[in-house]
């Protein structure tokens, strides 16, 4: 089964920075998208960042210039680094990936939480 394993939230002060990462495993099929979306109490669930398997990036313009995404480890692993970290930040953090098969399979991550406070 396709296991996504998050790692990096935390508390962190406004100004500070946090890098994400999120391992994918369990699956032969090669990963069309590797994104992070997140949760705020009392708001929807919105896309943080997103890249390709050609390595094309997306941002939220709430975080463009503060946050950016990355892959590495054969393309297995996605990232993201956070800076300038405000408290607007705070959410919980999800991995979620789109596998490169017909069905363009999607699959999420447990979350994990991203705390901007002082």
């Known amino acids: 089964q396709v296991q996504l394993v998050e790692s990096g939230g935390g508390l962190v002060q406004p100004g500070g920075s946090l890098r994400l990462s999120c391992v994918a495993s369990?699956?032969?099929?090669?990963?069309?998208?590797m994104d992070w979306y997140r949760r705020a109490p009392g708001k929807e669930r919105e896309l943080v960042a997103g890249?390709?398997?050609?390595?094309?990036?997306r941002y939220a313009d709430s975080v463009k210039g503060r946050f950016t995404i990355s892959r590495d480890n054969g393309k297995s692993t996605v990232l993201l680094q956070m800076n300038s970290l405000e408290p607007e930040d705070t959410a919980v953090y999800y991995c979620s990936i789109v596998l490169r098969n017909f069905a363009q399979s999607r699959y999420w991550g447990q979350g994990t939480q991203v705390t901007v406070s002082s």
């Open positions: 369990g699956t032969s099929y090669s990963i069309n998208t």
């Open positions: 890249i390709t398997s050609g390595g094309s990036t």
